[in-house]
Nanobody, 121 residues
């Protein structure tokens, strides 16, 4: 079994900062891309940022310059530093990883349970 466990969400005022973390555990052979998606009420889930195993990053235009994604391959973790938060950043944030299981070597996408981020005064 593979688990992605997120932490770090919460309530923050506009202009504030939060750091999300996600740790992958289980019988994992290899991890390719890791990333963060978000879903606001009534909206579709959208990509926020992703990072390859080599550190190549990709950001949504709406968060460029404000959010920074990073990962630790040895610890199987990915982080999202969110600065200058805006009310429109309010959403449930989901960790995502494309990984291969150790037993089957089958690649698939895995999701965390989600963590709520609320930006409000």
């Amino acid at each position: 079994q593979v688990q992605l466990v997120e932490s770090g969400g919460g309530l923050v005022q506009p202009g504030g900062s939060l750091r999300l973390s996600c740790a992958a555990s289980g019988s994992i052979f290899s991890i390719n891309d890791m990333g963060w998606y978000r879903q606001a009420p009534g909206e579709q889930r959208e990509l926020v940022a992703k990072i390859s195993s080599r550190g190549i990053t990709n950001y949504a235009d709406s968060v460029k310059g404000r959010f920074t994604i990073s990962r630790d391959n040895a610890k199987k973790t990915v982080h999202l530093q969110m600065n200058s938060l805006k009310p429109e950043d309010t959403a449930v944030y989901y960790c995502n990883a494309r990984l291969a299981l150790a037993v089957t070597m089958a690649w698939d996408n895995y999701w965390g349970q989600g963590t709520q981020v609320t930006v409000s005064s």
